[in-house]
């Protein structure tokens, strides 16, 4: 049997993102063997939007297919049944109620398979990036919000209602600022970048790290702040989940250190149940194509009839 190719495409507010893997019968990992990045002109609204994916899509099966199916990342929830759209608080345009998946299917006219971007992003890094050895790993996007994604023993843990992982959409400040999710006090209202910038009174998130770097005792205690609410809401995913490797990515990790360190601290200080130098606080492997890479590999697994 021959290799088989797998498309990913991963909608971002400035950038839609594509990534082919291949991947063989023998059990060996995928590659990626194109990536490139589209604008996505968010503001020209959803259905433009979906016919910029289709053509997208058609054009990287034409140059580089075989594809045997396409896996669709999106920044929000949706109707796993259906494929509509149900929130993207970070994306501008009337996209509640949306069908997305099926008519990008259809236009493609490949089988397409929808996943939220933060959950594509944990799956490649849970399958071929740095938590590709966890018992269980835990997945965090840091960027215009925070998503993220949990990976029990090789597998993508959906739940119930295939939410399961909206690592930033946890109470950590019940009087805190109103989230776009709609409730008060969420992780993400309090630590996204955005939240660190106002803080700092810098104008964005890479200006505070810069700062930072260079002692500005104000920059300093901005990043510190989302510090101390993301270590409650990891201690939380610990107590609860008993995982071993978080794994976190996104624009801001190009701070490094500046990033882990004041983390990793925290976490120590909050963490009382097991050990915390057993806990790994790592920066993602796979770069800015993490979440295509995942979204091609969720679409591999639906058209194997896998759980994810």
Not at 125 to 143: F, K, Q, S
Not at 283 to 291: K, S
Request: proline share 5%; hydrophobic share 45%.
């Amino acid at each position: 049997m021959s290799d088989h190719r797998y498309l990913g495409l991963d909608l971002g507010g400035t950038y839609i993102k594509v990534g082919v893997i291949e991947a063989g019968p023998d059990g060996r990992p995928a590659s990626l063997v194109h990536s490139e990045r589209v604008l996505t002109a968010a503001e020209t609204g959803p259905d433009q939007v979906r016919d910029r994916l289709i053509d997208i899509g058609r054009g990287v099966a034409d140059l580089h297919g075989p594809i045997s199916s396409v896996g669709l990342g999106v920044p929000g929830l949706f109707d796993p049944d259906t494929g509509v759209i149900e929130l993207f608080p970070n994306l501008p345009g009337p996209w509640r109620g949306f069908s997305l998946r099926d008519p990008v299917g259809e236009g493609i006219g490949i089988k397409t398979s929808m996943i939220n971007d933060a959950r594509a992003f944990t799956l490649a890094e849970g399958t071929i990036g740095a938590g590709r050895d966890a018992a269980v790993m835990l997945g965090i996007t840091l960027g215009t919000g925070i998503g993220g994604g949990v990976m029990i023993d090789g597998r993508l843990h959906l739940g119930a209602f295939g939410t399961a992982g909206e690592f930033g959409h946890q109470t950590v400040k019940p009087d805190g600022p109103v989230c776009g999710c709609g409730n008060r006090g969420c992780l993400e209202a309090v630590a996204r970048g955005g939240a660190i910038s106002d803080e700092a009174g810098l104008p964005n998130v890479e200006a505070v790290y810069a700062a930072a770097a260079q002692g500005d005792a104000r920059a300093v205690e901005a990043i510190e702040r989302a510090s101390f609410y993301m270590a409650i809401a990891i201690a939380n995913a610990v107590a609860l989940l008993g995982l071993d490797v978080v794994v976190l990515g996104g624009g801001i990790m190009s701070a490094g250190d500046l990033v882990l360190d004041p983390l990793r601290q925290a976490v120590s200080n909050r963490v009382t149940l097991v050990p915390t130098e057993e806990i790994r606080i790592v920066r993602a492997e796979l770069g800015a194509m993490a979440g295509a890479i995942g979204a091609a590999l969720a679409g591999k697994v639906q058209l194997e009839n896998r759980a994810l």
